[in-house]
């Protein structure tokens, strides 16, 4: 558990205050933390309007920190009254209220509710539709995160308020760009009048700019997860309208960080405002452009094995002489630190199930046949990668039966929320990791096949119809895709979703394209070339072939 430090605390409820602007000194004015904690948030509120006259609320399921926390906040509260409650608030409704509420605070960020509640799933349901209707999406299990159901339950409290009111919560900053998270950001939008959000930044995946001497980019709270202070204001009356939003970010050391917001430092950007816009507002695609999902209807995010170094390797022999040391429990400091991952439990992980799968692979296939494949690693960066189910975390076998069947697959990301241009793209021919084009969580690589699991052409009818093969779509849409005028045109929008290709045939790109797809067979050479969000070393032949993709791509193929 991370409690929040206190001057973190009160820097988040002095913002707060200062963005809702309420009568700190009205009786009825309600604060609550519903995941009180140590008590951090309320003591800083006491102590910035000392003499308020309004209601104090904690709650936390936590006993002992109930019981500490009113023992510092009762004789700090003067004319304040006090409510402390031991409990789940995700498992109760908020209550209605005569005046304005203020929800402030830091609540638990665990990946899943281990306890869930039917009213806390009840007013999930608000975030799995956008203005225009349910969430068309199959993973929407991140919507259970229990920060997510505490933004839910804090908008509903101040729903409720006769007054209106505001939250401020310092929270995992996943759903300020995830696609899945729309529906979230549009009900916010829908049910406030304004949103400001400070992006802290901070996430261990996207840490260090690919910027030469850059300074890495600190968590506040020294988490892997990224940190965003999220204040929402609800003025008191109607329905609010398209609430306007402001993002600002802040980079650097945690220090420089709290340094800023102390100082009320504006750094607009590069969280994009226009991420809180509907999805499916797209109006500035040229039509008829479609999306690479609806081009290439088989499409999976790439491989992940959670132990890179156990379980890849640059030659199928490395890799089998380190299985056969981990299946027979060979200690040799010659293996100990690849292996070290493969040796640790988890909770989703058991080493000794892991070693028995291991010991049968080596039994049945001692080559490797079937379970140590070749991967696109990293662009011109090939190795091999043991597959094998319960060791690898993620093998994704329909994607390895398609990549099979397919000559070469297109490699691209669903959206890149990164301030620096968009560079997602890429060939394979095997499976690709999923961190091919970038290392962060919400840049997974994604890979488009020629064929699908079954081995018929991945292809949608009106694809087919256009292109006629997988092949030819998969070049088009490759060499648009690399060309730096395509990415600077529609900058904007593919930081929203799959990128989209347009509906016509052009034989100049497409041969390009497939020339282009061929180098990424290759070995690198003293070229360095910027892909996915890094510069990487790549063939002599690349930057000569890119600059030719981009003079054959013109302002007509804009203007489908």
């Given at each position: 558990m991370v409690y929040t430090p206190a001057r973190l605390a009160r820097l988040t409820v002095e913002r707060t205050i200062e963005r809702c602007g309420f009568e700190l000194h009205s009786p009825s004015l309600r604060v609550i933390d519903p995941a009180v904690g140590a008590g951090a948030f309320l003591a800083a509120m006491l102590a910035i309007a000392p003499d308020g006259k309004g209601t104090i609320v904690g709650i936390d399921?936590?006993?002992?920190?109930?019981?500490?926390?009113?023992?510092?906040?009762?004789?700090?509260?003067?004319?304040?009254?006090?409510?402390?409650h031991l409990g789940d608030a995700l498992a109760t409704?908020?209550?209605?209220?005569?005046?304005a509420t203020l929800v402030i605070g830091n609540p638990p960020w665990a990946a899943r509710a281990a306890e869930r509640s039917k009213i806390s799933?009840?007013?999930?349901?608000?975030?799995?539709?956008?203005?225009?209707?349910?969430?068309?999406?199959?993973?929407?299990?991140?919507?259970?995160?229990?920060?997510?159901?505490?933004?839910?339950?804090?908008?509903?409290?101040?729903?409720?308020?006769?007054?209106?009111?505001?939250?401020?919560?310092?929270?995992?900053?996943?759903?300020?760009d995830g696609p899945v998270h729309r529906g979230v950001r549009a009900a916010l939008r829908r049910w406030f009048d304004r949103i400001e959000v400070i992006d802290f930044g901070g996430a261990a995946l996207r840490a260090r700019s690919s910027e030469k001497g850059a300074v890495r980019d600190e968590n506040i709270f020294g988490v892997r997860t990224g940190v965003a202070l999220t204040m929402a204001?609800?003025?008191?009356?109607?329905?609010?309208?398209?609430?306007?939003?402001?993002?600002?970010?802040?980079?650097?050391?945690?220090?420089?960080?709290?340094?800023?917001?102390?100082?009320r430092?504006?750094?607009?950007?590069?969280?994009?405002?226009?991420?809180?816009?509907?999805r499916e507002d797209n109006a500035d695609w040229p039509i008829p452009y479609?999306?690479?999902?609806?081009?290439?209807?088989?499409?999976?995010?790439?491989?992940?094995?959670?132990?890179?170094?156990?379980?890849?390797?640059?030659?199928?022999?490395?890799?089998?002489?380190?299985?056969?040391?981990?299946?027979?429990?060979?200690?040799?400091?010659?293996?100990?630190?690849?292996?070290?991952?493969?040796?640790?439990?988890?909770?989703?992980?058991?080493?000794?199930?892991?070693?028995?799968i291991v010991r049968e692979a080596l039994a049945e296939a001692p080559a490797g046949e079937g379970w140590i494949l070749p991967i696109a690693y990293?662009?011109?960066?090939?190795?091999?990668?043991?597959?094998?189910?319960?060791?690898?975390?993620?093998?994704?076998?329909?994607?390895?039966?398609a990549v099979s069947k397919s000559p070469w697959s297109l490699l691209s990301t669903r959206k890149d929320p990164g301030a620096e241009q968009w560079r997602h793209f890429g060939a394979a021919f095997s499976i690709a990791d999923s961190s091919f084009l970038s290392t962060r969580s919400s840049s997974r690589t994604r890979v488009f096949p020629a064929a699908d699991a079954d081995g018929n052409p991945n292809l949608s009818e009106e694809a087919h119809a256009v292109f006629g093969s997988a092949e030819e779509a998969?070049?088009?849409?490759?060499?648009?895709?690399?060309?730096?005028?395509?990415?600077?045109?529609?900058?904007?929008?593919?930081?929203?979703?799959?990128?989209?290709?347009?509906?016509?045939q052009n034989g100049a790109l497409s041969a390009l394209g497939a020339e282009l797809a061929m180098l990424f067979r290759d070995a690198p050479g003293e070229a360095n070339v910027f892909i996915g969000d890094r510069q990487r070393p790549a063939p002599n032949e690349l930057p000569t072939l890119l600059k030719r993709i981009d003079e054959a791509v013109d302002v007509a193929i804009f203007e489908t």
């Open positions: 399921r936590d006993a002992s920190a109930i019981a500490s926390t009113e023992a510092l906040l009762r004789p700090a509260l003067g004319s304040w009254r006090g409510q402390f409704s908020p209550q209605p209220h005569k005046g799933d009840a007013l999930l349901e608000d975030f799995k539709r956008t203005e225009t209707g349910a969430l068309n999406e199959r993973r929407i299990g991140v919507l259970s995160d229990i920060y997510i159901r505490f933004l839910r339950w804090s908008a509903e409290a101040i729903r409720l308020s006769s007054e209106g009111g505001a939250f401020g919560l310092l929270t995992n900053r996943s759903f300020l204001v609800r003025e008191p009356g109607a329905e609010p309208r398209a609430g306007h939003v402001r993002v600002l970010s802040l980079k650097g050391t945690k220090e420089s960080k709290l340094r800023a917001l102390e100082m430092e504006e750094h607009p950007g590069p969280t994009h405002p226009e991420l809180w816009i509907p479609r999306s690479l999902a609806e081009v290439f209807p088989f499409h999976r995010e790439g491989l992940q094995s959670n132990r890179d170094r156990a379980l890849t390797g640059e030659s199928k022999a490395e890799l089998l002489e380190r299985m056969r040391a981990f299946a027979n429990g060979i200690e040799d400091a010659k293996y100990d630190e690849a292996l070290l991952s493969l040796r640790t439990a988890k909770s989703h992980y058991d080493p000794e199930h892991a070693r028995r990293r662009p011109f960066d090939h190795r091999f990668i043991v597959t094998l189910s319960k060791v690898c975390h993620r093998p994704r076998a329909a994607l390895q039966r998969l070049s088009l849409s490759l060499a648009l895709l690399a060309s730096t005028k395509y990415q600077r045109r529609f900058s904007a929008l593919l930081r929203r979703d799959y990128p989209r290709i347009p509906m016509k």
